[in-house]
């Protein structure tokens, strides 16, 4: 066991098996001590290298993760402390394999539960190599102002509070982490505060027991007084009483052991630790608490008196001018979580994503303010999803059928239009089904697909300006645009593209009002007239239909239609269409597994 002190500003440590909390807990003990330096220098997460982000005051750090303890060790040879929460299934042999380290001085295990023998093996390899554990089932140690493991003394203001942010006069052992933060507390009202505090675990065979960290404490020259709370099972307190006769312990120490109500009881009494069951008198705290008082510990009569012998014997050190008091220090200001700071209504933070369309905080997924059940169970259909998700408000029956019948006829155009044959390169190629359907999508644009915003956009400025058809195409002739939503390379106008007719025909029967589409149909006879091939196409029906669907619904500004035409809402309609022909060419290319070449004549070949 060591003599001196364990640990101190520099002390680095090893953290096993990634926990957040305790770790940052660390960081910002060691900001608000002024340490310069983190005292986790590494992290060991079985399975997984990398770094972990964390917080050191307000600068963001990364701190490296290793998969075997052997290599943190040889990455970080500095640390020599070997913090452990690992489950006390593999608490053992984590610890072991830790001890075998050269570099490895204390190992801290938080663990309960562990097996007893899997502990006296640890016990007896640390004692042979001179090393020191501390637990099993401890919440680990402090070394105020200088080093804390894991989660002692809980949160920043508790450790404030206690001033243990800075290095008393009082040394302090306990076997229950829990009663080591209430006497911390106890300690920093009656006292100039703590030094180093340790809580060995509640098992029966502690890695290191209560003597071992008064002898050390004895053996430091900052540390003036000893203050231990023991408890009753076991008799870790009777090597105390012995250190004390022969005069080992030569500095005030104040002692309780508690349980004393264990006699109050009919039956052996059980408590909270392993090893807190009294087997008999002398393990009674009573019994206890006598040995100790004889062999010249400062003892009190009960608990509740126990602070204010610590007061005395503080007090009375002072008088001797043994201690001077240590002066106070501010310390640093630890910077608030944002998302701590935000519920606690200290700060308000700007939101990065603004969504009006969808929100999944409730009970149910809702889109537009509408539940995801009731879009089902009225059978608003794909139409009326797209209805809310793209314009925000339920469209009327007729105006989501017309978007659905768009879907459908837009869906393919063949494996010969551009964006399908890049797709069915790019399946045959063997690519994954997204780099295919991008590959054929970044295909779309004005020439092909992209072209139905352009038209509706034209329609409508030469419409609502009371252009005649023929003065529109010529004043776009004179600027060198092709009229959007005019022209074909298959059809005629003896040959219509049906698609165009079909949707007409649902508008004429549905629609308020089609003085878009008459327009359009308008311009269409014109450029007929000076060519074969100037006919309508889909992207100039859908254009032309979604005007007058948007003007006819009486649901939409004038000012909001023509942000949706600028903003590209109706090549939306063609890119979700083209969508499942593009995803099914790549299926379709999938499943024939056949190598590309060219048919002389013929660049596809047809199947029934």
Known sequence: MATGQLFSRTTQALFYNYKQLPIQRMLDFDFLCGRETPSVAGIINPGGDGFQKLFFGQEEIVIPVHSTIEVACAAHPTADIFINFASFRSAAASSMDALKQPTIRVVAIIA?????????????????????????????????????????????????HCKLYRPGSVGFVSKSGGMSNELYNTVARVTDGIYEGIAIGGDVFPGSTLSDH????????????????????????????????????????????????????????QFGHAGAKSGGEMESAQGKNQALREAGAVVPTSYETLETAIKETFEKLVEEKKIKPVKEVQPRQIPEDLNTAIKSGKVRAPTHIISTISDERGEEQCYAGVPMSSIVESGNGIGGVVSLLWFKRSLPRYCTQFIEMCIMLCADHGPCASGAHNAIVTSRAGKDLISCLVSGLLTIGPRFGGAIDDAARYFKDACDRGLAPYEFVEAMKKK????????????????????????????????????????????????????????????GAIGSLFLDLLAGCGMFTKQEIDEIVKIGYLNGIFVLARSIGLIGHTFDQKRLKQPLY?????????TK
Not at 236 to 258: F, H, I, N, R
Not at 480 to 500: L, S, T
Not at 598 to 606: A, F, K, M, N, T
């Open 480 to 539: 060198g645009i092709r009229v959007p939503g005019i022209g074909h390379r298959i059809k005629r106008g003896d040959n219509r593209d049906k698609r165009v007719e079909l949707l007409q025909r649902f508008a004429r029967s549905h629609f308020p009002s089609v003085k878009y589409m008459e327009y359009a149909v308008e311009v269409e006879i014109y450029t007929l007239s000076k060519a074969n091939n100037l006919v309508m196409n889909v992207d």
């Open 214 to 269: 008064v002898l050390r404490f004895n053996n430091i020259p900052q540390v003036k007084m000893i203050v231990v709370l023991g408890e009753l099972g076991g008799r870790d307190e009777y090597s105390l009483v012995e250190a004390l006769k022969q005069g080992k312990v030569t500095k005030p120490m104040v002692a309780w052991v508690s349980g004393t109500c264990a006699r109050l009881f009919k039956s052996e009494v």
């Open 112 to 160: 309960e539960g562990v097996p007893e023998s899997d502990t006296k093996q640890l016990i007896a390899f640390a004692q042979a190599n001179n090393k020191v554990v501390i637990g099993p089932a401890t919440v680990g140690g402090i070394q105020a102002g200088a080093f804390k493991i894991g989660d002692t003394a809980g949160t920043i203001d508790n450790i404030i």
């Open 598 to 606: 060219r048919h002389p004549g013929e660049d596809v070949l047809y």
